[in-house]
């Protein structure tokens, strides 16, 4: 899909109906919000209800029955990261002119996907999604190291700079900043650079703006989702 | 960088002189070497030592003191995503002219990277670079539930289809093969489809070449790498 397929659109995105408080301002769909609001290309929202993501219909706009995926016209791509791309080529909102920075921005763009989110996703996984928390505990200072040693390098390159490429925000610094914001502060700690460059790219309007999109939904569908509590237990009971 | 700059050359990447037996074969400039010789575009190597990936040299081409890195005529791109990417945009060795199956092909270049090889990089961390091992075996059930679910998902999208899009081996294949050639025997034992498909794909004559040409090297050096025997201790002390 190219520049003017965007500008026909409509672009519409996946994303979840709700989700848990933990996961709410980290589900993926905020990075195409955000790419699409830099970008200024207006787009509609597929809400996903929670159980239906392996469903048939989500499963074919998403092979592994995630959110998000992006129809373009009538042409669907799934992967955060192939989605913010054909978003970045769209304009020089995200991605400026010059090749050289170009390519920069497509080292950097999977650098954050690859590089940096790995060992965050190894952290999460361990906090979060493992059963025998004791267990997880040992294993954590071996992931956690490897985190810092990226974050280290990672700081050590940009350095005092504001962007990663060049003079100005590009997809680099989105998409780079939307995979720092999902460590734990606890990681990001020794790095106050990182913590600056997050919350400065993160006051731009855009993300803003993409932020509050993505909860709206989950504010108006949170009476559905509520679990019982113990007195409607005791009532039922 | 376009495909002119590529056609004029030098290309020039980067890969270690040598590395311990487990990892032969599955560093990541294996990616760029076969996806260059799909392609047919003639490449030189620069080789890093071990202990010098993380010196000044390395670090100017690669932020994280890793290999790969790609330089291509003055320009240098770093991370294999985003080499690959460049180098299948090259032609149509690679990428097809469609515009769907480009689109596609995108999404399965960072399905690879993301989706799939996050789980498989976690299962190596846990195996092989975790110090407390009885730990490390007490979360390997849950981070192999979720490999499993990806893979399966994989393998239930391929189906018996020998290719990912459309009719042809693609850059979705090449990432995707690569990816799924770093899990262990154990881990796709339950998805005969997909060890086929990596079989098939690795029986390719680029991916042999580029597997022979990645050892090389390794093969010359590992006499400078040996560690000294307990013999040799012996006649030290």
């Known amino acids: 899909m190219d520049a003017e397929a965007f500008r026909r659109g409509p672009i519409r995105i996946t ?21 699409l609001e830099e970008a200024g290309l207006p787009y509609e929202v597929d809400l996903v209800a929670q159980g239906a993501q392996r469903g048939p219909a989500n499963l074919q706009r998403q092979p592994f029955g995630q959110v998000p995926a992006m129809t373009v016209g009538g042409q669907t791509l799934f992967e955060t990261g192939a989605c913010v ?6 304009s020089d909102a995200l991605l400026p002119a010059d090749e050289a920075e170009r390519d920069a921005c497509l080292s950097w763009t999977f650098a954050a996907l690859d590089t940096i989110e790995k060992p965050i996703a190894m952290m999460a996984m361990l906090r979060f999604f493992t059963k025998d928390k004791a267990a997880a505990a040992a294993v954590e200072p ?21 962007f990663l490429v060049g003079e100005r925000f590009t997809v680099a610094d989105l998409m780079m900043t939307a995979v720092l914001r999902d460590a734990e502060e606890v990681d990001l700690q020794a790095f106050p650079s990182l913590i600056a460059y997050v919350a400065r790219h993160e006051a731009r309007p855009a993300f803003q703006a993409a932020l509050d999109a993505q ?23």
């Open 142 to 162: 071996d992931v956690s190291a490897l985190l810092a040693e990226r974050l280290g390098r990672l700081a050590g390159t940009l350095g005092d700079a504001p």
């Open 15 to 35: 994303a979840y109906d709700w989700v848990p408080r933990f996961a709410e301002g980290h589900v993926r769909d905020l990075r195409l919000r955000w790419a």
């Open 215 to 237: 909860l709206v939904p989950f504010r108006e569908n949170a009476a559905r989702y509520r679990r019982p509590r113990s007195g409607a237990i005791d009532r039922l009971g």
């Open 85 to 90: 791309w054909r978003i970045a080529e769209t």
